[in-house]
C-alpha cells in the first residue's frame, strides 16, 4: 500500500520525464495529439455519458444541489462542446519556441530569450468535469506536462476524460504521462501534491474561492490565482448618456454570475443628476437590486426609484447576482481612490468624452484590465484575441488578466559564445 | 501594545498607499530620490560606520563566524560602493510604462499591454547590510513600495541605511513610505509578514537556502526564489581543448563560492582520453579536487593525476569550493539526461565545435540559461545587460534567470473602446 507521498512521488517522477520529451515536440506533434483527442471524444459519447450517469447518480443519493448537479452533467452537446474546444487548441499557434528577445553584448556573446513551457503543471479543480479536457488540452499545446486532481463528484466522468487523453497520446506515439489524473479524492494525495515542488513547477485551482485559498495557503509552489472579482463601472462628469445606459447593463446584467461583470457603480457628482436617473432606470427594468449611498439614495428617490441604503460591507462584495451597490464620487479622483480601496483589481471600467479623463483613470486605477468607454465583460481570453483560456488572473506576478497558452509558458536563455570567460 | 498582525497590518496599508502614489512617479521624480539617497549615503559615512560599528561589537560579543563578521562589516570603500550602485540604478531606464503588446481587435477595441510595477514587495534577508540599500534602490526605480525584513545581526547597521532612505523620499517631497523597514528581529512579525498577501504582492528571500525554503513554505503570497546553482560544463566529442580548459577554468575557479560556477564536468567518451587530462590538469593546479566516476577515475590515474571516487551524492551537491565532480557520459543525450536529472536548472554549458550539439543541448537542457562555448558564469544580471539584478531567479514563472528591473515589473492592459459591449 502507497502512502499519499509515494503516490505523489511516483506522478511526480513520471511527469517530469514527460516534461522532458513532451516540451521539445513540435507543433504537428502537438496538433495529432489534440486530433486524435476530439475524435475519440466524440466516438466516445455513449461511455462518457454512461460514466457520467454513475456521477449523476453517487450525486443525486448524495443530495447534492440541482445546480452542482447542473455543473456535473454532460450530455451529448456539452460533449460536442467539449470536444470543439479542444480542436479550437489545436488550431492555435504554438507559444513555445518564439524568440522573445535578441542581445549581442559587447563581448560578443549572443543571448537570445526563447519561450519553452514551464515543464509540469497541477490543476486542482472541482465538480465540472469538462475542466479534465480543458486544461489537457491547454497544457499539452503549451508543452506541459499536466497532473489533473479534480473533485469526487466527478470522478467516473473524469476517469474516462483521462483514459481518453492518454489512449490519444498513446495512439500518436507519444508519452502518455504528459498527462496524469490524480485517481482518488483523498485530500491527504492532494496535500501531498501541493508540497511536490520538487516535480511540479505551478499549480492552478480552478474552483470556488475557498479552494483557491487552501491552495494558495498549502502550495509550496507558485500558484497561478483566480480570485473573485469585484469591479466597478465609473460614469465620469463627462460620460455619454447612452453609452453609459448601454455599457452598465452590459457590464452587470449579460452575465451577472462571472468574474468580470460589475459590483459597484460610481458616479461623478456633477453628472449624477442628470445621469444617475436614466442609467438607474435602465437597471431596475433589468430587475437590478440598487444599494445606493446616501447622495445616490437622495437621487433615486427623487426619481421615484427603488433601492436600499448600501452598508460598507456591499462595497467590497462580488454578488455574482442581479445587485449593484451605487456610489457618488466628488471628483475622479475619489472615484479611483474608491476603486482601488474596495476593488479586488480586476477589471475596472471609465464612460467618459474626456480622454484626458480616461487617461488618468487607466494609468491610476490598479486593475488587470482598465476600460475606457468598453464594458468589463471583455477581460476574457477570446475577446482578447488569445484564444482558449485557462482563468483570468488577480495575480500581479507571470500573468495578470487572461491566462492562455503563452501564459502557461516561461522561457530560457540561450548563450552562443566563441570561448568568451568571465574577468 | 501592538500584536505582530497589527504591526504588519500597519505597514501593509501604508506601503499599498505609498504604491499607489509612487507607481505613476515618472523617471524623473525617482531619479532624483535615487541621487539623492547616493548622496546622503557619501555624507553619512561615518554615522553608518558608527551604527555599523554596534553591530560588530554585538556579533562579536555573540562569537559570530570570521566570514559573517566580514558580510557585516561596512568600512568606507564598501559605503562608497554602495553608493556607485544606487547612481547606477539611477541610470538605468526606467520599466515602468513600456508598451508591450497592441493589438486592434475585430470589434475594434484597441488592447494595450504595458508594463507597471507589481505594487509591494516584501524583501526578507540575512546579515549582508548592503541589501538594504541595494533592494531599496531596484524597488524604487521599478516604482514599487518595499518592506524590508533585515538579519538581527544587522540592526543597527540597517537602522541607519533605512533612515537614510526615507528622509531621501522626504527630501525630495515624496512619501517615505515608498521603502518601510520593519524594525524587529521578532520571527513573528516575519511569519505575519508572509501572510499578509491582501497587501504584499511579492516576497523576494535573499540568503541561504534555509531561509528561502522557510519562506516558500509559509508565504501566502508569490515569491521569488533564489535556489542554488548545481552547474554542469559538458565536453562534447567534438570540443576544442584550448577551450574546454579556459572555460572548465573560469566556471570552477574564477569565483567558485557563487551559484553560476560548475560543480559538474561531464566528457562524453569518445574525447575523455584526449581531454579530460589535458582539462584536469589544468584545474589541479589550481587546487580543484575532482570526484571522479569510475571511467573518469581510470582516465585520471592512467594520467597520475589526483582524484577522489565520487559518490551518489556528489552529482547534485553544490560545493560552492574548489570541488568538482567528474562524470564520462557515452553521448550528448546521456550527457543531457545527466544534467536533467542532477542538475538544478540554473546555469549549464557546452563546448564543442558542432553547431548540431550545441542546438540539441540548449534545446533539451532544462535550465535557466544553456551556454555554447561560453562560461556558465556569465548567468548574472550585468552580464545579461539588464543592469543590476536582485537574484537570480531559480523559478519558472515570472522571472527566470537574471531578476533586474523590468521582472520587478507586473504589466496591465488599457483597453480603449467607443461604446463596445459584449454579446
Not at 483557491?212 to 495557503?217: D, H, K, L, Y
Request: charged share 20%.
Amino acid at each position: 500500500m502507497q502512502t499519499p507521498e509515494q503516490y505523489i512521488e511516483q506522478i511526480g517522477q513520471n511527469a517530469r520525464a514527460a516534461a522532458l520529451v513532451w516540451g521539445v515536440a513540435d507543433a504537428a506533434r502537438k496538433n495529432a495529439v489534440l486530433k486524435e483527442l476530439s475524435a475519440r471524444i466524440r466516438s466516445g459519447v455513449e461511455k462518457i455519458i454512461a460514466a457520467n450517469q454513475k456521477d449523476l447518480d453517487a450525486g443525486k443519493a448524495a443530495g447534492l444541489s440541482a445546480a452542482l448537479i447542473d455543473r456535473l452533467t454532460l450530455n451529448p452537446e456539452r460533449i460536442e462542446k467539449m470536444a470543439q474546444r479542444v480542436d479550437q487548441v489545436a488550431a492555435l499557434p504554438d507559444p513555445v519556441g518564439e524568440q522573445l528577445e535578441r542581445v549581442v553584448r559587447p563581448n560578443g556573446l549572443v543571448i537570445r530569450k526563447v519561450r519553452v513551457p514551464i515543464g509540469v503543471i497541477g490543476v486542482i479543480y472541482e465538480s465540472r468535469p469538462n475542466v479534465t479536457v480543458d486544461c489537457a488540452a491547454l497544457c499539452l499545446k503549451s508543452g506541459n506536462a499536466a497532473i489533473l486532481r479534480g473533485g469526487k463528484e466527478a470522478i467516473h466522468s473524469n476517469a474516462i476524460l483521462a483514459q481518453l487523453i492518454r489512449e490519444s497520446l498513446q495512439a500518436c506515439g507519444e508519452t502518455p504521462d504528459a498527462v496524469q489524473w490524480i485517481n482518488t479524492p483523498d485530500r491527504a494525495v492532494m496535500a501531498a501534491m501541493l508540497k511536490a515542488d520538487q516535480y511540479i513547477h505551478c499549480i492552478i485551482p480552478r474552483g470556488g474561492e475557498g479552494l483557491i485559498r487552501f491552495v494558495a495557503e498549502n502550495a509550496r509552489m507558485p500558484v497561478i490565482k483566480h480570485y473573485n472579482g469585484v469591479c466597478s463601472l465609473y460614469l465620469d462628469k463627462d460620460a455619454d448618456a447612452a453609452m453609459s445606459v448601454q455599457i452598465a447593463l452590459n457590464a452587470k446584467t449579460q452575465r451577472p454570475g462571472v468574474c468580470n461583470a460589475i459590483e459597484n457603480l460610481v458616479v461623478h457628482e456633477d453628472a449624477a443628476q442628470t445621469l444617475l436617473p436614466v442609467v438607474a432606470q435602465a437597471l431596475v427594468e433589468k430587475n437590478v437590486q440598487l444599494r445606493a449611498d446616501e447622495r445616490a439614495a437622495a437621487i433615486l428617490k427623487a426619481a421615484a426609484l427603488p433601492f436600499v441604503p448600501a452598508q460598507e460591507a456591499d462595497w467590497g462584495t462580488e454578488y455574482l447576482d442581479l445587485v449593484l451597490s451605487v456610489k457618488i464620487a466628488d471628483s475622479l479622483e475619489e472615484a479611483v481612490a474608491f476603486i482601488n480601496r474596495y476593488d479586488s483589481a480586476h477589471s475596472e471600467a471609465i464612460v467618459t468624452n474626456n480622454p484626458e479623463a480616461a487617461r488618468i483613470f487607466q494609468t491610476t486605477v490598479d486593475a488587470a484590465a482598465v476600460f475606457w468607454n468598453a464594458s468589463t465583460r471583455f477581460n476574457d481570453g477570446f475577446e482578447f484575441g488569445l484564444g482558449a483560456e485557462i482563468g483570468i488572473s488577480t495575480d500581479r506576478l507571470h500573468a495578470r488578466g487572461p491566462v492562455g497558452l503563452r501564459e502557461l509558458c516561461s522561457y530560457k536563455y540561450l548563450v552562443d559564445g566563441t570561448g568568451q570567460v568571465r574577468n
